[in-house]
């Protein structure tokens, strides 16, 4: 009768592993909290690691026609704009890349490295033609290396040469005058 009210009503006993479920999702919660980047707190909702699992779920995985449409014109329309660095435009189409993979759509890596040099801004046209021209074409991981080192090399001015670099330079190409096939004999240790 001890589990009887009066009124003859069974009253609800607690689980004994309803205290060990809960400590488990906290744990999951706080696992999945505290890798979410700063940016993706905004879509963390929920009580349980469950509701913030879906949560984010629906905030980064989204698969409908207008987000594959949106990310794929994204992508084919990729420029680099004018004050961008070379990072932080293959970041942008890595993104997309990514969000297409994501909702299960990914393209092709040489496909992926053909709009993003297409996309980079005139002072780069040079590197262009030499990335398409290797074969096999260059892999979307190694474009960042090759991109950085070229605006390096664009940026870099005749400034960065000291008046004595320019001398040095200048004084030991006008030293030798005979022509580029003349061999000029060196003095035996007697003839001196």
Not at 68 to 88: F, H, N, R
């Amino acid at each position: 009768m001890s589990d009887k009210v009066k009124t003859g009503v069974p009253q609800p006993q607690i689980n004994p592993e309803y205290m060990v479920k809960i400590s488990n999702d906290a744990h999951v919660r706080m696992l999945i909290i505290s890798t979410v980047f700063v940016a993706s707190f905004q879509h963390v909702h929920g009580n349980t690691s469950h509701d913030i699992w879906l949560s984010l779920e629906r905030a980064y995985v989204p698969h409908t026609s207008s987000r594959e449409y949106t990310l794929k014109t994204q992508l084919l329309k990729i420029e680099m704009k004018g004050d961008e660095t070379s990072s932080a435009y293959l970041t942008r189409a890595q993104e997309y890349s990514d969000a297409l993979a994501n909702i299960g759509e990914p393209m092709k890596d040489k496909d992926i490295v053909m709009l993003v040099i297409l996309g980079l801004r005139e002072e780069l046209n040079s590197i262009k033609s030499t990335i398409f021209h290797r074969h096999p074409l260059v892999m979307f991981s190694k474009l960042h290396s090759l991109l950085v080192d070229h605006e390096y090399l664009v940026k870099k001015t005749p400034t960065d040469v000291t008046p004595v670099q320019a001398f040095v330079a200048y004084s030991g190409s006008s030293c030798n005058m005979a022509a580029p096939h003349t061999v000029i004999p060196i003095p035996s240790s007697d003839q001196i």
